[in-house]
């Protein structure tokens, strides 16, 4: 009998659009949001995680907003419905919160503001999120 195990492999990391708006210093109540999309082109075992992310004071000092695109390749050892429920919404988010975390903190110490560093997160709801938003193609 062969062992087979799902696996996706991480790719590349692209940030396709940043916007800040920095108005006030001082101590922030911060707000996160994600926009959470997906793409699976079956031809080519890839996967894309198109994920937005939208972190923001609740006095509205600042806001920062990022759209990004993410690729992961998988094998075809296991089905597509496998991937979709597991890997692709449980780990691709978590593999690229760091990424977007980094991005975050560089871009906001840069601008002449405190860096903002990001808490870790349980990803699980974004994940829910992401398997409502996935596109299968051909």
């Known amino acids: 009998m062969k062992n087979t195990k799902a696996h996706i492999q991480f790719i590349k990391f692209q940030v396709l659009e940043s916007h800040i708006v920095f108005k006030e210093k001082g101590d922030y109540k911060v707000q996160i949001g994600f926009n959470p999309r ?24 600042f806001s ?3 759209d990004t695109l993410s690729t992961f390749k998988y094998s075809d050892e296991s089905s597509l419905d496998e991937y979709i429920n597991g890997l692709f919404v449980l780990n691709a988010p978590a593999i690229i919160f ?12 840069q601008s002449g ?3 903002l560093i990001l808490p870790t997160l349980n990803l699980s709801k974004l994940g829910d999120d992401l398997k409502e938003n996935i596109e299968i193609i051909d």
């Open 38 to 61: 997906g793409e699976v082109q079956k031809t080519n075992n890839l996967f894309y995680l198109k994920l937005g992310i939208q972190v923001k004071d609740e006095d509205d000092k």
């Open 64 to 66: 920062v907003e990022l």
């Open 98 to 109: 760091p990424y977007l975390r980094a991005f975050i903190t560089n871009i906001t110490s």
């Open 113 to 115: 503001m405190s860096p």
